[in-house]
């Protein structure tokens, strides 16, 4: 068999390692991927939105099964444009994806399908939603409605830091289109963490859930980033809220799109905060989550492939997942400046013979000139280690991170310590 993911992350990079385990797997190919990725897969220099020329490559290498990492070519209709030319995919049609791509439209349904989730306003006008947040007061969640890569989501903690969040995304436009509706959600209070469900339009598997560190700084400081690290599993993720995720959460959001004659195939993503009411949903996303997926597909131990082709032929209530007990914890390395800006460029230097025993790198933002690798991106790569216990995960991830060098490199230092407390 062979695959094509389409993307070029440290995510695109973890789904080429887990497909390339697979015994039915003859080949696998990457679009665009990186100058990392090209070490385990075969790299096509085609953007991930150009749909004609993925289409020309799947039917020119005789492709089987295309996997899409990110959210852009999602919600652009990927999905839709090779299902409408035969072609087998895994991802959410664009309407589906739509419960990423537009925040109030997610809410929305939240709402319709009693979904717990935090009270919320819509805004398009930036005076009105200033006036709103006056009268509300902080702490204030103030969200862009569209994709902004992971970095649309301010928590302020002050009104005048929501003012400020609000006249940056309607009237600076710093995340551009995205940032014209705004949804201004109350402020929740607990643990955040993720939970993933493969989904094949009715039935749903649950993965292990993972946690996130958004904040680019040590002890949840500093602005929000696309993720600086995670760790799977979560000890503090008590057991009947992973029932109450699975029962007041996924199912009445798969049931619901089902019923509004979008039915969601793919990965169901949920951002959660665990309040002292229970869990809530933060914000979905349509895709596998960056960097959750670095520690959650290398605990995966059942064949990936058997997983997308259930949720192809809507048989996931066949397949039973088999996670690897033990404990995976991801560090990203990113550039100097991220998630503001940086430059690109710096030579990354790798000592091998430091790496430690059951360490992988994901590689993001890198390119290859001749035998170099180059820092190409904000977050550049994510360093995966597998340990018997979160503490032993932790060290070795860290111990990978130190094997690793560029000019400028940034990481946060306290990955996982939430869940070794």
Request: hydrophobic fraction near 40%.
């Amino acid at each position: 068999m062979k695959v094509l993911v389409v993307g070029q992350g440290g995510r695109e990079h973890a789904l080429v390692k887990a497909i390339k385990q697979s015994k039915k797997v003859e080949r696998v190919y990457c679009a665009p991927g990186n100058g990392g990725i090209e070490q385990d897969a075969i790299c096509l220099p085609i953007q991930e939105d150009d749909f004609p020329r993925l289409v020309e490559a799947v039917q020119q290498y005789q492709i089987d099964l295309t996997v899409v990492g990110p959210e852009n070519p999602l919600f652009a209709g990927i999905v839709d444009y090779f299902r409408e030319r035969g072609l087998a995919v895994i991802g959410p049609t664009k309407k589906a994806a739509r419960i990423e791509g537009s925040k109030s439209f997610a809410k929305e349904l939240m709402v319709k399908y009693n979904v717990p989730t935090g009270n919320y306003q819509v805004f398009d006008d930036a005076e009105t939603a200033i006036q709103y947040v006056k009268e509300k007061g902080a702490p204030i969640v103030v969200k862009a409605d569209g994709l902004a890569a992971g970095k649309g989501v301010v928590v302020a903690h002050s009104t005048n830091e929501a003012i400020a969040a609000i006249q940056n995304i309607m009237e600076h436009k710093i995340f551009g289109t995205a940032g014209q509706k705004i949804v201004i959600e109350e402020y929740l209070e607990g643990e955040e963490l993720t939970v993933m469900a493969f989904v094949d339009g009715e039935n749903f598997l649950v993965m292990e859930p993972a946690q996130d560190h958004k904040p680019v700084y040590d002890g949840d400081q500093g602005p929000n980033t696309g993720g600086m690290g995670s760790y799977s599993p979560v000890p503090h993720m008590k057991k009947e809220w992973l029932e109450q995720v699975k029962g007041k959460i996924l199912e009445p959001m798969i049931k619901g799109m089902a019923q509004e004659g979008f039915p969601f195939k793919g990965i169901l993503y949920a951002g959660l905060m665990m309040t002292k009411n229970g869990p809530k949903v933060i914000e979905f996303n349509a895709r596998f989550g960056d960097p959750e997926t670095q520690v959650i597909l290398p605990r995966l131990k059942t064949d990936i492939l058997d997983i997308f082709k259930a949720i192809q032929n809507g048989s996931l209530n066949e397949i039973q997942l088999e996670w690897d007990t033990r404990a995976a914890v991801c560090v990203i390395m990113a550039s100097h400046g991220y998630p503001k800006d940086y430059e690109k460029g710096k030579l990354i230097k790798i000592n091998e013979p430091l790496l430690p025993k059951e360490t992988e790198i994901y590689m993001a933002g890198v390119r290859r000139e001749q035998d170099h690798l180059l820092t190409n991106g904000g977050r550049v790569l994510g360093v995966t280690a597998l340990g018997a216990t979160i503490q032993e995960a932790k060290e070795r991830a860290y111990q990978g991170v130190h094997a690793i060098s560029f000019e400028g490199a940034h990481y946060r230092t306290d990955i996982a310590q939430k869940a070794i407390k």
